[in-house]
């Protein structure tokens, strides 16, 4: 927590905590939105979503005691420390850790206790919480930034927050309710139909493949359905946002704003692999690779090929398009 502390003083932006807690607002009315307007859903498993959508709380960038000194000394202390042994001391953490983990049985649980480190480049959603966590660590580039357009903005850590909020509605976490109860909640007909759509999702993925390894459509089906819904909810979440207006675009480049969303989203996954890597990966790693999570994900978007005018049925604007969320 101390190291979080001294991220939070001199590296994350003044108002960034504020800023995401408006953009994930955002998300959460969007995706209601598209809930009140999906088709497969029957109404009582709408309704129902919707409420679980409104009951997810969240938590962003750290936790407000680490802003508390005599906190931070109590934590500190409370580990012995190997002095010029700095492996012993990091072993000495991690004992500490497990010893706190092990208190913790039988006793109430803490929702809004963070589990993981807050520098920690990430964010998840915890579907026995019916919670999303949004790390300091991701809140930098090429995530976010405070001096960004919207377009920016929401392309990069807007699809972030979407892919989370989906991630309460894909093959696992649809499974818990509003309260993160593991329970039948949607109705057998509505069971029956999301069943149906998600099998496209695991046919379209099953087909990429990369230096001749297969993406295992099955294992990253859930990841799938996240990258899918994030990007169509935070998109409609920045279109509301900026509603009839029209924001300035780039100097000295030829892409309109919606163009421009849709590069932020591409240029999080932009990266670099190597065969052995990707033979590895592909064996256990829940997500697609970079390049297929954004090639998938927009190949299904109608707001892509329409913003981009692709023509029809070439690769990024199929006559089959998957659609869940």
Same mark, same amino acid.
């Given at each position: 927590?101390?190291?979080?502390?001294?991220?939070?003083? &001199?590296?994350?932006?003044?108002?960034?905590?504020?800023?995401?807690?408006?953009?994930?607002?955002?998300?959460?009315?969007?995706?209601?939105?598209?809930?009140?307007?999906?088709?497969?859903?029957?109404?009582?498993?709408?309704?129902?979503?919707?409420?679980?959508?409104?009951?997810?709380?969240?938590?962003?960038?750290?936790?407000?005691?680490?802003?508390?000194?005599? &906190?931070?000394?109590?934590?500190?202390?409370?580990?012995?420390?190997?002095?010029?042994?700095?492996?012993?001391?990091?072993?000495?953490?991690?004992?500490?850790?497990?010893?706190?983990?092990?208190?913790?049985?039988?006793? #109430?649980?803490?929702?809004?206790?963070?589990?993981?480190?807050?520098?920690?480049?990430?964010?998840?959603?915890?579907?026995? &919480?019916?919670?999303?966590?949004?790390?300091?660590?991701?809140? +930098?580039?090429?995530?976010?930034?405070?001096?960004?357009?919207?377009?920016?903005?929401?392309?990069?850590?807007?699809?972030?927050?979407?892919?989370?909020?989906?991630?309460?509605?894909?093959?696992?976490?649809?499974?818990?309710?509003?309260?993160?109860?593991?329970?039948?909640?949607?109705?057998?007909?509505?069971?029956?139909?999301?069943?149906?759509?998600?099998?496209?999702?695991?046919?379209?993925?099953?087909?990429?493949?990369?230096?001749?390894?297969?993406?295992?459509?099955?294992?990253?089906?859930?990841?799938?359905?996240?990258?899918?819904?994030?990007?169509?909810?935070?998109?409609?979440?920045?279109?509301?946002?900026?509603?009839?207006?029209?924001?300035?675009?780039?100097?000295?480049?030829?892409? +309109? #704003?919606?163009?421009?969303?849709?590069?932020?989203?591409?240029?999080?996954?932009?990266?670099?692999?190597?065969?052995?890597?990707?033979?590895?990966?592909?064996?256990?790693?829940?997500?697609?690779?970079?390049?297929?999570?954004?090639?998938?994900?927009?190949?299904?978007?109608?707001?892509?090929?329409?913003?981009?005018?692709?023509?029809? +049925?070439?690769?990024?604007?199929?006559?089959?398009?998957?659609?869940?969320?």
């Amino acid at each position: 927590m101390t190291v979080s502390r001294l991220y939070t003083d &001199y590296v994350l932006a003044p108002g960034t905590k504020d800023n995401i807690s408006e953009m994930v607002s955002q998300i959460k009315t969007a995706f209601q939105e598209r809930l009140s307007k999906n088709l497969f859903l029957d109404p009582v498993t709408k309704q129902r979503s919707i409420w679980k959508v409104g009951n997810i709380s969240q938590m962003i960038a750290y936790p407000d005691e680490i802003s508390d000194n005599n &906190y931070l000394f109590n934590k500190s202390t409370s580990v012995a420390q190997a002095s010029g042994q700095y492996f012993m001391s990091a072993v000495n953490h991690v004992i500490n850790g497990n010893t706190e983990n092990l208190q913790k049985l039988g006793k #109430p649980v803490v929702k809004t206790e963070w589990e993981i480190a807050p520098t920690v480049v990430n964010a998840y959603y915890e579907p026995l &919480y019916n919670e999303f966590v949004f790390l300091e660590g991701i809140l +930098n580039s090429p995530f976010f930034d405070a001096g960004w357009p919207d377009y920016f903005k929401y392309g990069a850590f807007g699809v972030v927050a979407g892919h989370e909020l989906t991630h309460g509605f894909d093959d696992q976490g649809q499974q818990y309710n509003q309260d993160g109860v593991l329970t039948p909640w949607w109705t057998n007909t509505s069971v029956a139909k999301f069943k149906n759509k998600t099998k496209c999702f695991v046919d379209q993925y099953s087909q990429y493949s990369m230096f001749g390894y297969h993406i295992n459509g099955e294992l990253t089906q859930g990841e799938n359905i996240a990258d899918n819904g994030g990007v169509k909810t935070a998109f409609q979440a920045y279109k509301n946002v900026i509603g009839t207006t029209t924001p300035p675009s780039l100097p000295s480049v030829d892409l +309109n #704003p919606d163009q421009l969303f849709f590069v932020a989203f591409g240029q999080v996954w932009c990266s670099l692999f190597s065969p052995q890597f990707i033979a590895s990966n592909l064996k256990t790693n829940p997500h697609s690779p970079g390049p297929y999570r954004v090639i998938g994900a927009l190949s299904n978007s109608e707001e892509f090929s329409s913003t981009f005018k692709c023509a029809d +049925n070439t690769r990024m604007n199929p006559s089959k398009k998957c659609d869940l969320w």
